[in-house]
């Protein structure tokens, strides 16, 4: 670390010192003449092209200094060797000579140190100055240094030429470290290890060209692999750098900006929270709705409303909401006012005078269409990694109105965007599960939001056929199983619907989430029992117990609290009942030692409750 820290032009300077002693011990001498004056002819070419680097380093506006700390440590080294070996010549004692043997050997050896060393400083040059060395691209030829690396030239290359190079040849070579990164690991490792990453960030925040930002941006998401390099790019200051160019770039470039981010995001959960903390969300939100509600009319007015002025007025909307006398319960007229309150209050996000991307505007509303739905795919993607795990991102999300925004794109569109809206949601709704304030906060009763969000969940589980999307939409209504009143029978029924489907899979996220609505932490848990008992859950739950291990624990889960707070209702059949958690004690529980206390319990609630034409067994004192 010493040497890392010394001034690059320290570093020269010790090879100088020492070429110049060896011009002078070549000049005294006195044996091995001819190849004492050989080697002074190569150490003299070393030394003219010690000092041209010496030259471009203290003139250089920026310079890359990884290669050239590396090729001066091993001059340095060859030319301690040489200066060793030809002192030994001056000795004109015989005595002297016969116990420092000196032979041609040894000379041949000298020559081929000092031809690699030439070599390692010809290529130094011709990277660092491509101009003087005749080159007009990239360099592509090896260091002898490097010789049994290859790729450790090219990186080194391609670093230089990143940082220092011309506008055309900077675009190129990021795509060839890109490329280089993009092809495994250990490319990654060396170009990171090699200083690759602060170039690249440079070259992103100019804003040179579009093309460049893409270059780099493109040959960052590829190095960011996990989070080992996750964490230098934040180490390097990468976050507000990221972050600016989202907010005022061309679109194509935001597209791939925000795919970084979600890299990012996704590998190290410091990169998610610096991103947070540098507002990463705000421009995310409002890139992912642009012209979303153009289409609407009466909504048309405000397109050119700040963020701000839009968040007032949602909040308007919530409390004439909170004023009107409450609707009735029934889907029907639920799903139909429901779509009329976001279809009428979800009004255009997108702040085409906000102070971030008003360069771009003209630009970006003349793009391609498939340019603008990449870019809210990206959006999608970035805010469901910042979302996922962090209550605090998700509680941000929810506060820029992103919730508005994902419910409108749930509905609307298809394919990949849909699906990253939707796991958005999941996680800012498994955020709320784990968190009352948040719970309270974006998901209250009254809120259009929540509503919205709502109305597609339950529309996925219900009219669509793919559990890609369902199982989402289930383990998101689960999550918010506490925020729903116990008239809100209408969530309920499409989940006990679900219990029958034939994936297995599907059946069991619905066992799971309605476990949530009839599970001791539910406040309402009695209640929510009694309806999903009334909308026939038993028959299919019982089917489930008959799945894998993973259904038959979580069906027996969702199975006892159902005979704990069903009450003294005959709809449970607790001869049926009682006989599966009988089996389950003498089956599953052995695997599953947790279970025992619950299922004791449920077994005694069966048998102080529903007394009749089955043995009684009270094995649960409580």
Known sequence: MASEERRIEDELSYPILLSERVRTAVDEAKSFKLECSEVGKQVDRLSQNLRTVVRFATSAPVLYERPIRCIIAEVSKNLERVLTLVRKCKRRSVLRRVVTITRATDFRKLFNFLESSVGDMKWLLSILDPDTAGNNGIELSLAPIASNDPILSWVWSFIATVQMGQ?????????????????????????????????????????????????????????????????TIVNEVGVPIIVQVLGDSPMRVQSRVATLVARMAEYDSIAQEDFARENVIRPLVTLLSFEMFGEDQNNHQLGKQ?????????????????????RSSSSSSRDCNYSNTYSSSSYSYYSEGSSRGGHYRKERENEKPHVKLQLKVSCAAALWMLARGSVLNSRRITETKGLLCLAKLVEKEQGELQYNCLMTIMEISAAAESNADLRRAAFKTNSPAAKAVVDQLLRLIKEVDSPTLQIPAIKSIGSLARTFPARETWVIGPLVTQLSHKDLDMATEAAISLGKFACPDNFLCMEHSKTIIEFNAILPLMKLLRGNEHSQLHGLVFLCYLALHSGNTNSLEPTRVLTALEGADRSALPQHPELRELVSKAIYH???????????RLTFVP
């Open 167 to 231: 506008l055309p040849y900077r675009i190129e070579a990021a795509n060839e470290l890109a490329s280089l990164a993009d092809d495994n690991d250990r490319n990654k490792k060396i170009i990171v290890d090699e200083g690759g990453v602060s170039p690249l960030l440079k070259l992103l925040k100019e804003g040179s060209s579009p093309d460049a930002q893409i270059a780099a941006a493109t040959a960052l998401y590829n190095l960011a692999c996990d989070q080992e390099k996750v964490s």
């Open 606 to 616: 069966l048998n102080l409750y529903h007394t009749g034409g089955h043995s009684q």
């Open 306 to 326: 700040s963020i701000h002025s839009l968040i007032q007025i949602s909040k308007e909307m919530e409390k004439s909401t909170l004023a009107k006398p409450k």
